[in-house]
């Protein structure tokens, strides 16, 4: 089951998500091409599409998450200093394809001095 978390950088919240070349090995095939997307369902229960995309020419591939990536920290506030963790899951349905979760998690500080995280929750609307 592979994943990865990874300290939210400023181009991680502004521009495109950055993600380890290991990753690579538990998303669906990019069948000859650079780019493969993929769900992932969050703390809520909210199925996110994200794109994954690597360089077309040179040495080091440089894996990122582009598509749907700014709407997800948008969406989600994400600052400088959260966490965030992708990790694929069970598939429950028949299907072949991986089944993904994300989650994010914000720092907490106490007196300006750094304690630890927790999970960044979205608040839940009311019926």
């Known amino acids: 089951m ?8 400023k181009t991680d919240t502004e521009k495109r998500l950055s993600v380890p070349i290991k990753f690579l090995e538990s998303l669906p095939p990019f069948r000859g091409g650079h780019a493969v997307e993929f769900q992932a369902k969050d703390e809520n229960a909210e199925v996110w599409t994200f794109q994954c995309s690597t360089r077309k020419k040179g040495r080091y591939k440089k894996p990122v998450l582009s598509k749907g990536w700014l709407a997800f920290a948008s969406r989600k506030k994400l600052k400088v200093g959260d966490r ?4 694929r899951v069970r598939n ?7 089944c993904y979760g994300v989650r994010v998690e914000r720092e907490i500080k106490l ?5 630890g995280y927790a999970p ?3 608040a839940i609307k009311p019926f």
């Open 84 to 87: 965030i963790e992708f990790y």
């Open 120 to 122: 960044l929750l979205s």
């Open 111 to 115: 007196l300006g001095s750094h304690i």
């Open 92 to 98: 429950q349905s028949t299907s072949e394809s991986p």
């Open 2 to 9: 592979a994943s990865f978390s990874k300290m939210i950088t």
